[in-house]
Nanobody
Framework: QVRLVESGGGLVQFGGSLRLSCAAS????????MGWYRQAPGKQRDLVAA??????RYADSVKGRFTISSDNAKNTVYLQMTSLKPEDTAVYYC??????????????WGQGTQVTVSS
């Protein structure tokens, strides 16, 4: 089982920055894709950013403000968030997809971390 542990959320003022981290624990697997989603109260969970190798993509609402990066040796993904706005307030979830050494695919999710941006 691939377990994801997130950190880095919190309360920040409008225009501030935060960096989220998400590390996968366990062994015997290879991660192929990593990503971040967010869910605001009463809304659906939406993709924020995703990365696979040298390819990354972003939601239009965060382009130019957020940067996703990864340390594949550590099976860790980061989300650097700058110029934060109140509408970025949400629970942020990391996700990783890959395959175990036995050839079984997995899609794991973190427990979520709250990001609150005050105006």
């Amino acid at each position: 089982q691939v377990r994801l542990v997130e950190s880095g959320g919190g309360l920040v003022q409008f225009g501030g920055s935060l960096r989220l981290s998400c590390a996968a624990s366990g062994s015997g697997f290879r991660v192929n894709t990593m990503g971040w989603y967010r869910q605001a109260p009463g809304k659906q969970r939406d993709l924020v950013a995703a990365i696979s190798g040298d390819y990354s993509r972003y939601a239009d609402s965060v382009k130019g403000r957020f940067t996703i990066s990864s340390d594949n040796a550590k099976n860790t993904v980061y989300l650097q968030m700058t110029s934060l706005k109140p509408e970025d307030t949400a629970v942020y979830y990391c996700t990783m997809g890959g395959v175990t050494r036995t050839g079984v695919g997995f899609d794991s999710w973190g427990q979520g971390t709250q990001v609150t941006v005050s105006s």
